[in-house]
Structure formats: C-alpha cells, structure tokens
C-alpha cells in the first residue's frame, strides 16, 4: 500500500542549512503555480475495469467484491494517505462514509471520482499542516517542559478540529527538533533545516498527478485480496522492470519511487547492502552523506533519479544512509548506515564456503560453512546451451567437494536473510541431501496441485552431519528448501522461524487487455498459487519452525507475513507420498536442545544478546516519548549498550579471521557447537 506522506511519526537526525538561492527556487515555484484539480485519465476506468476482472478470475483467493471488502478498500485508502491520523478531521472522514458499502458497485464501472475527491481534501490539510509547520518554526520550542509526544497514534481518533490537529502537529514538530538538539544542533540550524524539509514536502504535494492518485486507490483496492498484489503505474512498472545492469551499483540495491519516499524493492545478493545486512526490502531512505564526514541530505520528495545520483559513486568510497525500517512499522525511527560502495557482479552474489575449526578439548573438528544469499540460476547460459552455467546447485556441489578435500567434519548451510530465488534450484539444491521424491506442492488458483520432483536419479551428493541456519529474513526458496530437508529429517534447522512466504505473484502487463497502442498502461502483480511441504502443510504466515530455536529480535506478530494485513491464511493440503531418511531422531532434537539450554545459562555472549534482544522488543513497544531535552537524552545514552561478544580462546582455533568471525556472530558460534554434537553423535 502506498504511504503518500508517512511524516507523523519521524525523527530525522539530519542537519543542513537553507540558502537564499533554495528559497528563491521554492518561492518561484509557488508564485508561478496553483493547486490543479485532478481528475481520472481517459485510461483509468478501463483499467480498474481489467484489474478487478483479473482479481475475479485468476487471484488465488477468488473473492468476490462485496459490500465487506468495500469497506476494507475505503479504509486502506484514508490510511495509506494518513497512516498517523494526523491530516483529515473526524468530520472529514465521516462525510465520505456513505461510500463506503459502494466501492464494490463503482470500481468495476470505472467510477473512480471518490478517490480524486478524497485526495483533495487531504492535499488541503496537509498544505494547511505545511503552513502551520512554518510559523511553529519562527520560535524555539521549551525542551525543559515535561510533556510526551504518542507517535503511535493507531488507536488514536482523528482530529475534531484545527486547534486538536495543530496540537498533534505542535508534538510532531518538537519530536523532531528534539532530535536535532541531541544531535548538537543549534535552533537556528534545527529551524532551517526542517523548513527545507518541509518546503521540499510542500513542493512534493503541489506536484502529485492524477496517477498518483489513481496508483495509490488501486492498491488500496489490491492490498484488499493480500499484501503482495500491487498495482504498479506506468513509471513504477518501468522502474520495477529496470535492468539488473542499471540496478545500484554502488550499493547493491534497486530502488524504486514510492511518491514521497525512495524505497528498497530489492537487495542484490553479494552487494555492500546485503553483507551489512542492515537494509531490506520496503525499507525507506530518507538521508544521504558523502563520506564518514559529509552532512546528510535530506531526500525526502526527491525524485528517484536525484537520489541515485547520490548513492551512486567511485568503488571503495563511503556512502552513508539514513533509513525508516519497515520491519518497524509506522513507527519507525531513523537508523544511520554505513556502506562502501562497489561494484555487483556474479560471483559476488553468487555460494561461498569457508572451513572454520572448532576444538572441544583435545579435538578439533573441521566444520564447512557454505553461505548462500539466494537460489540463483543464470538463464542466459542456460537457454544458450552452456555447459558450465552457473547455479546455486552447482556451486554448492563445487564447494562441497573443495570442502570435503580439506577433511570436513560437518556442513552448516547459512541461509540468514536469503529471500528466495529460483524455484528450480530450490529443489535442485535438496536432491544433493534427499533421495528422489517429491520437495515441494504448488496449489495453483484453479485448485490444480503440482509436485515438483528431486530428479538427480537418487544420488545423494552429501550424507554427512548436515545443519542449516536460518533466520526472520529467510523466505520463499529458502523456505522450501528447509522444509524439505526437515520433512525428510536429514538434517537440523537451527535459528529463528522463517518469513513465512508460501505465496507465488506473477507481474500482468494491462497492454495485454486494454489493446490501445496510444495509450501508457501499468502493471498488475498479482498472487496466483501457494507452495506447500510434501506434508501437506503450508508456510504461508507460519514459515519454518527450527528443531533448535534461537531468540529473534521480531515476534512473527510484528515482522513476517502473519504481520501484513489480509495475508493469505494457513492451511493444508493432502500430502505427498515420500521416505524420510530418517537421519535426525528425536533423541538427537532432545539431546541438542538440552545442549543449547546448557549454552545459554553459561555463555555470557549469548546471555547478552537474548538480553539486548529483549530490550530492543521493549523499545519497539514504545508508544511515546518524552518531548524533555534531559529525559530525553538519558534514555538515549542507555539505549547506546554495545553487545558483548567475547569468546573463550580455549573453544575457537587461533585463527584471527575466523576468531573476528565468531565473535560478531554469536548464533553462527552456537549452531558450529551444535554441529560438533551432530557430529559426536555420528549423525550420518
């Protein structure tokens, strides 16, 4: 759903003065503009007609437009224009209600004036808010004042009138001057800095065009059937489909315009974004510095290609961000990261595996760590009929073997904050550990079930002690792929529950329906099937449970997809007919949990990070803060708590790089000892 000014609840730790020159550029603009009442293109209703066709026919759900999910459809759409309650007064909202048992009926007719007519009264309030945000401005606020700003105002109700929105936007605006004056700001640094951002905001708004609107409806309507049907306008199917060639070199990420916000819509496996695992898809960045020392720009309302331009740059130079989390939520406070730019290429993103030595007593056993960040398949080299094309499959047998030629004890397959991939691969990749049988179930949206086969004639590559990590940012494939080595218990899932993602989408060119060469039509991607375990179990919501679980910093509750609204449910279908090999018993899941038990009321490091992983739970419950300098200030120096990784010199081999490794990783420490047990009980 798109968010069209998701302002409410920041705290933007940025910091820049507002020359003469950028407030001419900003008065010119507004003395030689006016407010243009939007109105539906010529193309507009014929592709609501086709989109709610498309819905009907072929979306997995198969819901019908009814009165109910008009009501969801008109409630999606005041909240992804005002997610914090802050623009529309309670009347407002309650003027339009009469429209909201008859979205079903319009929809489908191309009737889409309610939409148009709802944007202008918001596009109204917030250029009144805009406007009060200037005089707030003009004189410093009493940061010694005791009094709290409540960001999350979910439950809140809308304003009644000016004078209780003007209070909501009084607390908005001193949170986040309150955040420039932790920083070292002065007031009048704070006071210009947030006049320029809110004069780039008010620019912004003078600026949004008919598809805007029309984008931001349809996807209200969309998000009604399940989160990952999205509408994609003309310039976002363009930016959606942009060339893997012409993603972000500089950082490993392909952005994409979502109105005011640049957004994450995907990390390249291998790049600078994804080893620092800090930023994910659907983040925001809202701030870019040059170097360890540059201020940050503010780039909220900027448009994409301005703030590629300064993302991008040399190989081996800092650039720093500052983003919104989306795992956050609504209530999302900037985070600062730092990335050194390079160039993506294959072999960056493609397995790498590593040999880490663990001893317990007078033993040292050698461990194979095989890193996957996705199930890639290149299928150019494929179709061309190359030989030695490259796939994860592939790859991973090469590494196995180079592995097991330096004397492997046990193999940890990581696949931490791996999003999916290739289907193909997934169940490529379980035919080196499985016999033949089936690894996976698709339901397709005409109840139709295909089994997808391991088809390698029942070699099994690799039979030893076999433990694969996983962890909240594990989805799709990687889903699929540890599902199946858990059905069919030949080795141990270790780390957090997975994503959850049982849902496959396919992107629909409208062009395909609408036959007007004239006209620039958008995209559909629309959800049309789910994957399910040979079990007959889906993972949709639920995804993986580990045989060993380790504490996450999300509940499922607040970041996976049981946290999206209208996810698709979970369920189960009949299952598939296959042979456990039966190389993981019950005795071992015991034995290896009591051992982790054991590790966790001993090891200080794991000890810490549970405790640092609650605190941060606490934090993100927080439904306010204090809006007094001093308070304020304590608390943030009690959040800055470095985690404590210390390891026993007598556990890890001295070997300075794997040392370093072990200690900033402590789950990755943990599952290697679990492996050793594995091993110890001749697991294989």
């Known amino acids: 759903m798109n968010k069209l000014l998701l302002i409410a609840g920041f705290v933007l730790l940025t910091s820049f003065g507002v020359s003469t020159e950028y407030r001419n550029e900003f008065q010119s603009f507004f003395d030689g503009d006016t407010l243009k009442v939007l109105t539906p293109k010529e193309e507009h209703p014929s592709e609501a007609y086709v989109i709610t066709n ?79 945000v200037f005089t707030l401005l003009e004189t410093e606020f009493d940061f010694s004042k005791e009094e709290t700003y409540t960001f999350d105002r979910e439950d809140a ?5 000016q004078a209780e929105q003007n209070e909501v936007w009084r607390k908005i605006i001193k949170n986040q001057a309150l955040s420039y004056k932790l920083a070292g700001r002065e007031w009048d640094d704070i006071s210009e800095s947030l006049t320029k951002r809110y004069q780039r905001i008010q620019k912004a708004i003078y600026q949004y065009n008919s598809e805007d609107v029309f984008q931001s409806y349809m996807n209200a309507y969309t998000s009604a059937y399940d989160p990952h049907t999205d509408y994609f306008s003309p310039v976002d199917a363009e930016n959606f489909q942009i060339d893997m060639g012409l993603s972000l070199e500089g950082i490993g990420a392909r952005l994409m315009q979502n109105l005011d ?17 800090l930023l994910q898809k659907d983040d925001k960045i809202i701030g870019v510095a040059q170097g360890d020392d540059g201020e940050f720009l503010d780039v909220i309302g900027w448009r994409l290609d301005d703030v590629v331009s300064k993302i991008r740059g040399p190989k ?10 989306a795992s956050d939520g609504i209530n999302a406070l900037p985070d600062t990261l730092r990335l050194v730019r390079d160039k993506i290429n294959l072999e960056q993103q493609a397995a790498k595996a590593e040999m880490i030595p663990i001893s317990e007593g007078s033993t040292t056993y050698n461990l194979g760590v095989i890193t996957i960040p996705s199930f890639y398949l290149n299928f150019e080299e494929l179709r061309a009929g190359k030989e030695d094309y490259r796939s994860t499959t592939r790859d991973v047998k090469k590494l196995i073997r180079e592995l097991e030629d330096q004397g492997m004890d046990g193999l940890m397959l990581d696949l931490r904050f791996n999003g999916g991939g290739s289907l193909q691969e997934a169940i490529e990749l379980s035919g080196l550990f499985i016999p033949d049988g089936p690894v ?4 397709n949206y005409d109840q139709t079930v295909d089994k997808m086969d391991d088809e390698d004639g029942g070699e099994v590559f690799y039979d030893g002690p076999l433990a694969v990590m996983v962890n909240r940012g594990s989805a799709s494939a990687s889903e699929i792929f540890s599902g199946a080595i858990q059905d069919y218990r030949r080795g141990v899932i270790i780390g957090e529950s997975t994503f959850g993602k049982g849902t496959v989408q396919n992107v629909i060119d409208l062009s395909r329906y609408i036959r007007n060469p004239e006209l620039n039509l ?27 679980q380790f504490p996450s910093i999300y509940d499922q509750a607040d970041f996976g997809e049981a946290s999206r609204p209208n996810a698709l449910p979970w369920d189960e279908i009949a299952g598939a007919k296959f042979k456990p090999t039966n190389s993981i018993s019950e005795e071992l899941l015991d034995h290896l949990n009591a051992l982790y038990r054991s590790d966790l009321n001993s090891d200080p490091d794991l000890q810490k990070l549970v405790r640092d992983i609650e605190k941060a739970k606490e934090n993100r419950n927080r439904k306010s803060v204090s809006l007094n300098f001093e308070e304020r200030r304590a608390a943030t120096n009690n959040d800055e708590d470095e985690l404590s990784t210390t390891v026993d010199d007598s556990e890890v081999t001295d070997v300075d790089d794997i040392d370093e490794k072990l200690k900033n990783d402590p789950y990755l420490k943990e599952g290697l000892r679990l492996l050793v047990a594995m091993k110890k009980f001749k697991v294989g």
Not at 261 to 277: C, D, L, M, N
Not at 316 to 325: D, P
Not at 531 to 538: E, L
């Open 316 to 325: 081996g130079s800092v650039v720093r961000l500052q983003i919104l989390k």
């Open 522 to 548: 958008g995209q559909i991607k629309m959800t049309l099937a789910k994957f399910y375990r040979v079990t007959g179990s889906s993972n949709q919501r639920v995804g993986i449970a580990p045989d060993v």
């Open 157 to 161: 109700n809308w304003p009644k009138d």
């Open 261 to 277: 916000y640049t957004q994450v819509a995907e990390i390249i496996p291998g790049g600078p974004a994804y080893k620092s695992k």
């Open 440 to 443: 996976v179930q698709v339901r």
């Open 54 to 132: 498309l819905l009907k026919r072929i979306h997995y759900r198969k819901l019908q437009l009814s009165d109910s999910i008009s009501s969801v459809i008109f409630d999606n759409y005041f909240e992804s224009l005002d997610p914090n309650k802050a623009y529309f007064f309670a009347d407002d909202v309650a003027s339009f209600e009469k429209y909201r048992y008859e979205l079903d009926n319009q929809i489908p007719e191309g009737e889409l004036q309610f939409a148009y007519d709802v944007f202008d009264v918001y596009r109204k309030r917030a250029l009144t808010q805009i406007d009060y």
